[in-house]
C-alpha cells in the first residue's frame, strides 16, 4: 500500500466521493458540509495487482471506497477458496471497523491495480472528536442500521 494523497486537496476525488459518502449508511445524516469536513480525514491509497488489502481474521481497522480498479471479498472453505463479491469503482467496504472492535470477515484482494479512499479508525476518532455533530449523527445511524440487522 502506498499513500498518494489525502481526498480533500484534489477536485476530482472531491466530485468522485461527494455523492458516494452519503450513501454509505453511518454517513447518510450528514449534510454537505460535514461531508466536505469528513474529506481532511481520508486518505487515497494505490494497491497493486495481487495485494491484499484485508485480511481474514485481522483486527479491522480501517474503511475503504474503490475510486479505481476492483477487488475480490473472498473467504477460505473446506472446498477451497470462495468468492463472495467483486467490487469495483465506487463501492465500499470495512466501514463498520470504523465503529466496532471486530475481526475481519473475509480477504479482500486486488485483481489489479487498485485506488482507494481509506479512513482508519484513528482519523475518525479525531473527527468525531474535533467534530461532535459529526459523531452524534453517526452513532444514531449506526445504532439504526445495528438494530435493523439484529
Known amino acids: ?6 481526498a480533500a486537496t484534489d ?22 458540509e460535514q461531508i466536505r469536513t469528513l474529506l481532511y480525514f481520508i486518505q487515497v491509497v494505490r494497491f497493486d495487482q495481487g495485494e491484499m488489502i484485508i485480511k481474514r481474521g485481522e483486527q479491522g ?3 475503504f471506497v474503490i475510486h479505481e480498479g ?5 473467504v477460505e472453505s473446506l472446498f477451497g477458496r470462495d ?11 470495512g466501514e463498520l471497523a470504523l465503529l466496532l472492535d471486530q475481526l475481519r470477515s473475509a480477504d479482500v484482494v ?11 479508525r ?9 467534530n461532535p455533530e459529526i ?6 445511524a449506526a445504532r439504526a442500521r445495528f438494530n435493523h440487522t439484529l
Open 135 to 140: 459523531g452524534d449523527l453517526v452513532k444514531t
Open 11 to 32: 477536485a476530482k476525488h472531491i466530485e468522485f466521493l461527494s455523492p458516494i459518502l452519503p450513501q454509505i449508511p453511518i454517513f447518510a445524516p450528514l449534510n454537505e
Open 122 to 130: 484513528e482519523s475518525f476518532i479525531r473527527l468525531i472528536e474535533k
Open 110 to 120: 486486488c485483481l489489479e491495480e487498485t485506488f482507494c479512499y481509506m479512513m482508519d
Open 70 to 74: 476492483s477487488v475480490e471479498v473472498s
Open 61 to 63: 481497522n480501517t474503511f
Open 83 to 93: 468468492t463472495l463479491n467483486t467490487m469495483g469503482a465506487g463501492e465500499f467496504f
Open 1 to 6: 500500500m502506498e499513500i498518494v494523497s489525502s
